[in-house]
């Protein structure tokens, strides 16, 4: 891709969060991109993988996505994934699936420990992305409540999974949370009434997991419940998409130190605009967070950064940092380099008495059109045929 051909292309395109719904009715699915749009990667591998599994409502529609790392199964030690794998899973299912035009196009149920609520991965699960799932291992202490009234004065949103009888301590998450998983396969059938008759005093709205059969799905309805998980409604579907380019760890340590420190957006932009890969997923992730599609695209990275509020930006810089850092795609990372420092040398010589913020401001459309989705697709099959060829 030479520096002339990314001239004449159009802005930015928001990318789509479309799927088949439908195709997850009867057992596992695996999505792919065509062949022609997955090309050789470093040695991070070909793709990025996660499991999602629809929470359908009582008329067949999808009312969210439970999230998982590829291989991972229900929430019970010792087999829980690791949290860097959950971290891996939120990024992949937003961004990678994002630009691949196949990220869940409902809200997702992320599951979390202790460890992840406290961290600042909780803060980027704001309600455009979905709702922070409460594992069984998650303990009703004072810390722990206090971190949940912190997240929900913010307007996140919690499900309390794992809750299995009227006595436990966790019924001190009800006045937080907005929904309670009820599990058909880990309670005990005599149970089910009182918990789902609690929740419903607690204003929680009850999602019946582990529906293998018709009875389990009869006893739920029975019981008024109209949220349905499990292989009877619904499979798990497993998502493989070309893996985006990796962030470079020093220009994430940097952005985050100087967005912890309080400088300014402009300050913190011109750090993160030294990493193509960055600027991409960002750019991603403003649309991913609410931006419409009418909505014009920000007039400069300040800008976008803006957008986001401090934490919640700072809770995505975590993300990356724990899941996107690895050696792929650098000759893609090295062109968007090369052709930003060639424009703008040759915009200082065609206006060279130029304000500089107006000329930074030319040098962000340009850069912006270079990371968007769009633009990485294309460029990324020109570089892998080059390589073939």
């Not at 030690?77 to 990678?96: K, M, N, T, W, Y």
């Not at 006595?167 to 937080?176: I, K, V």
């Not at 985006?244 to 940097?254: D, K, N, Q, S, Y």
Request: hydrophobic residues 45%; contains cysteine; proline residues 6%.
């Amino acid at each position: 891709m030479t520096f002339a051909d990314t001239l004449p292309l159009a802005s930015a395109v928001p990318p789509s969060r479309a799927g088949d719904a439908g195709a997850r009715r009867t057992g596992a699915v695996n999505v792919t991109l065509p062949a022609s749009t997955e090309g050789a990667r470093a040695d991070d591998g070909d793709s990025v993988r996660f499991v999602s599994q629809a929470i359908l409502d009582d008329q067949g529609r999808t009312f969210a996505y439970e999230l998982w790392p590829q291989g991972a199964e229900a929430p019970r030690a010792p087999g829980s994934p690791r949290d860097e794998d959950i971290a891996a899973a939120l990024a992949h299912a937003l961004l990678d699936a994002g630009v691949a035009g196949l990220a869940p196009e409902a809200p997702l149920f992320v599951p979390m420990s202790e460890t992840l609520l406290m961290s600042p991965l909780a803060d980027a699960v704001t309600p455009s992305v979905g709702v922070i799932q409460l594992m069984a291992q998650v303990g009703a202490e004072t810390s722990v409540l206090m971190r949940i009234a912190q997240l929900r004065s913010r307007g996140v949103r919690f499900c309390v999974a794992g809750l299995r009888d009227l006595e436990t301590s966790r019924w001190l998450f009800a006045p937080y949370a907005d929904y309670l998983e009820l599990d058909l396969t880990a309670i005990p059938p005599n149970q089910l009434a009182a918990l789902a008759d609690r929740a419903a005093e607690e204003g929680m709205m009850v999602i019946g997991k582990g529906v293998l059969s018709m009875a389990g799905y009869q006893r739920l309805r029975e019981l008024d419940v109209t949220l349905f998980q499990g292989t009877f409604v619904a499979a798990q579907t497993r998502c493989s998409v070309p893996a985006l380019p990796g962030c470079e760890v020093e220009t994430l340590t940097r952005v985050r130190r100087l967005l912890s420190s309080r400088v300014s957006a402009e300050a913190v932009a011109v750090a993160v605009s030294a990493d193509p890969a960055l600027v991409l997923r960002l750019q991603v992730l403003h649309w991913g967070l609410g931006a419409t599609l009418g909505q014009s695209a920000p007039g400069t990275l300040a800008a976008l950064l803006s957008s986001m509020s401090e934490p919640v930006l700072s809770g995505w810089l975590h993300i990356l940092g724990m899941s996107a850092c690895h050696e792929g795609d650098r000759d893609w990372r090295a062109s968007v380099r090369t052709q930003v420092e060639q424009y703008r040398r040759a915009l200082r010589r065609r206006a060279p008495h130029e304000l500089e913020s107006a000329l930074e401001g030319a040098v962000w459309a340009f850069q912006s059109r270079l990371c968007s989705p769009r633009h990485y697709r294309k460029s990324r099959k020109y570089l892998d045929e080059r390589l073939a060829a």
